[in-house]
T-cell receptor, first 109, second 107 residues
């Protein structure tokens, strides 16, 4: 998907566990985004970054942290997973348009 | 934030039919995009169209910013058009997505 990859593709967590989702791009774009998609809904922005070392909150940031230590990578962390965080997570980059990664399906039991 | 409503929520067509999807939004915007999510979950940008009309093959889109709506037209639909169509509006770093229109095209 235009050089945007997400790791892992699937994950099952127990409540209280932590994990990190990785988004990697090979297009050298400054802007990167993390969204979540819940059933029957559109995407909601969690956090975004306008460049290496910068991050900002989106519409639904609570319970998540992010880091952009390298330009090509944008990490999304869940410190203490909750069932409400069961969702499909999409990473996106912005060039002339937005390019989305394939998604990570996360289930929190 | 901006409210985005899409209609209809579901649409079933026979292959070859035409369709119109609508997106209403609550505030003036300088960014509006249409996306297609295929049955495998992949999201593809279709149009960046804050105003005016654009066409790409069998798809075209029109946004009337002063009246706060956008329309996506699909002509001669094909089974590969199936999926969910989303519009998203607002500042580029705070886009709000509608709930989508789920399109099913039957052979």
């Amino acid at each position: 998907n235009a050089g945007v990859t997400q790791t892992p593709k699937f994950r099952v967590l127990k409540t209280g566990q932590s994990m990190t989702l990785l988004c990697a791009q090979d297009m050298n774009h400054e802007y990167m985004y993390w969204y979540r998609q819940d059933p029957g809904m559109g995407l909601r922005l969690i956090h975004y970054s306008v460049g290496e070392g910068t991050t900002a909150k989106g519409e639904v940031p609570d319970g998540y942290n992010v880091s952009r230590l390298k330009k090509q990578n944008f990490l999304l962390g869940l410190e203490s997973a909750a069932p409400s965080q069961t969702s499909v997570y999409f990473c996106a980059i912005r060039g002339d348009t937005q390019y989305f990664g394939p998604g990570t399906r996360l289930t929190v039991l | 934030g901006i409210q985005v409503e899409q209609s209809p929520p579901d649409l079933i067509l026979q292959e070859g039919a035409n369709s119109t999807l609508r997106c209403n939004f609550s505030d003036s915007v300088n960014n509006l995009q249409w996306f297609h999510q295929n049955p495998w979950g992949q999201l593809i940008n279709l149009f960046y169209i804050p105003s005016g009309t654009k066409q790409n093959g069998r798809l075209s889109a029109t946004t009337v910013a002063t009246e706060r709506y956008s329309l996506l037209y699909i002509s001669s639909s094909q089974t590969t058009d199936s999926g969910v169509y989303f519009c998203a509006v607002g500042p580029i770093n705070d886009m709000r997505f509608g709930a989508g229109t789920r399109l099913t095209v039957k052979p």
